[in-house]
């Protein structure tokens, strides 16, 4: 072979726990989606990206899953906009300070905002009366989750992604938060 090649595949929470129903990619390596864990399209969904709980039921068969992983922690935030009890859109990279405009939007309860007055915001028309479900990831949380899996997966020599950074989300969190989660994942 003129290249020495290896081959990974991403894997879902749901494939480590039923792995001998899914099947395990022919590949070397996988990557571990710690994200989208739940429901987006629900909209009584807090945050879809990193929930603790329900990552803790799949994380049952992680000693036995037969692929080495690496692990994706998720480093973004959108807006989920609902309209009539329906979830419309995402609306990508969207945090709070997109939101401080109180003749245009009311914080509810928890992450959840009503549009005021009808409105544009992002490139996207909101109508009075529309819900935004803010999702972003604090950074104890990504820690939490560091700590989460560090009791779960057997030792080994892995690596860590933070996904998805770009221009806009590298700055979202303080550039030691970056080192404190590599430093917690080496341990």
Do not use: C
Request: aromatic share 12%; net charge negative.
């Amino acid at each position: 072979a003129p290249f020495d090649q290896s081959y990974s595949a991403t894997i879902r929470l749901h494939q480590i726990k039923y792995f001998t129903r899914t099947g395990v990619p022919p590949v070397d390596r996988g990557m571990l989606m710690y994200y989208n864990m739940s429901p987006v399209m629900d909209p009584q969904t807090t945050n879809s990206i990193l929930d603790l709980g329900e990552a803790a039921k799949y994380l049952v068969n992680v000693d036995r899953y037969p692929l080495p992983l690496d692990l994706a922690l998720p480093m973004y935030t959108w807006g989920v906009l609902i309209r009539e009890g329906k979830v419309i859109r995402l609306i990508n990279n969207l945090g709070p300070e997109a939101l401080v405009d109180t003749s245009r939007f009311e914080q509810m309860d928890g992450p959840f905002f009503e549009v005021k007055k009808s409105t544009y915001l992002e490139g996207y028309y909101l109508y009075q009366g529309d819900r935004l479900r803010l999702e972003q990831v604090e950074a104890d949380t990504l820690i939490a989750a560091l700590a989460q899996l560090r009791l779960a997966l057997p030792p080994e020599a892995r690596s860590l992604a933070f996904y998805h950074l770009d221009s806009l989300t590298v700055n979202r969190y303080a550039y030691d938060l970056y080192q404190k989660l590599q430093k917690l994942f080496e341990q």
